[in-house]
T-cell receptor, first 112, second 113 residues
Framework: GNSVTQMEGPVTLSEEAFLTINCTYT??????LFWYVQYPGEGLQLLLK?????DKGSNKGFEATYRKETTSFHLEKGSVQVSDSAVYFC???????????FGKGNQVVVIP | EAGVVQSPRYKIIEKKQPVAFWCNPI?????LYWYRQNLGQGPELLIR????????DSQLPKDRFSAERLKGVDSTLKIQPAELGDSAVYLC???????????FGSGTQLSVL
């Protein structure tokens, strides 16, 4: 089946530090991959996406590259801000539909 | 452009009571989803509609949950009777094209006491 695995545990880091959140997936065919962000008290917002191998999604300083050979879609940001504190979810949808499967999410806390 | 609108924002009920959630998707989005998000977990799909038709309801607990999307626009999700384990955030989402991702509402946080 289709599934997404995110690294365990919250991530706490200082402002301007480098952020990486790991995401690996299992899927048949060629899924689309997504990162969603959920700020406190709000719904999920699409952060970035990639629809084919080697595509790089980017938005608000965040980047993730679709790596088919390692079945990964790691999220990175070079210099985080306090306002980046949120929960980040990796997700995939099988080719041709939007039936998203989500990872468990990672809470990111950025300390001033 | 207005986003996905859900109501109520919060709901507190006693177990065995009924509850209903309402969703208005983004205008023009034919596909509508209901997800449930338990605390500390990612959302899990309950049901997906293409226009008025429920095309994927395999994860919907049909003994107590029901949903409808009359006229292919607004949707209602109902639980009757509610159980303690139903406490969660219920998210509605809509989409336009496959592969483009979903747009979520703010959700309804349900607490069953």
């Amino acid at each position: 089946g289709n599934s997404v695995t995110q690294m365990e545990g919250p991530v706490t880091l200082s402002e301007e530090a480098f952020l990486t959140i790991n995401c690996t997936y299992t899927a048949t065919g060629y899924p689309s991959l997504f990162w969603y962000v959920q700020y406190p008290g709000e719904g999920l917002q699409l952060l970035l996406k990639a629809t084919k191998a080697d595509d790089k999604g980017s938005n608000k300083g965040f980047e993730a590259t679709y790596r088919k050979e390692t079945t990964s879609f790691h999220l990175e940001k070079g210099s985080v801000q306090v306002s980046d504190s949120a929960v980040y979810f990796c997700a995939l949808s099988p080719y041709g539909n939007n039936r998203l499967a989500f990872g468990k999410g990672n809470q990111v806390v950025v300390i001033p | 452009e207005a986003g996905v609108v859900q109501s109520p924002r919060y709901k507190i009920i006693e177990k065995k009571q009924p509850v209903a959630f309402w969703c208005n998707p983004i205008s023009g989005h034919n596909t509508l989803y209901w997800y449930r998000q338990n605390l500390g977990q990612g959302p899990e799909l309950l049901i997906r509609y293409e226009n008025e038709e429920a095309v994927d309801d395999s994860q919907l607990p049909k003994d107590r949950f029901s949903a409808e999307r009359l006229k292919g626009v607004d949707s209602t999700l109902k639980i009757q009777p509610a159980e303690l384990g139903d406490s969660a955030v219920y998210l509605c989402a809509s989409s336009l094209e496959p592969g483009e991702g979903l747009f979520f509402g703010s959700g309804t946080q349900l607490s069953v006491l």
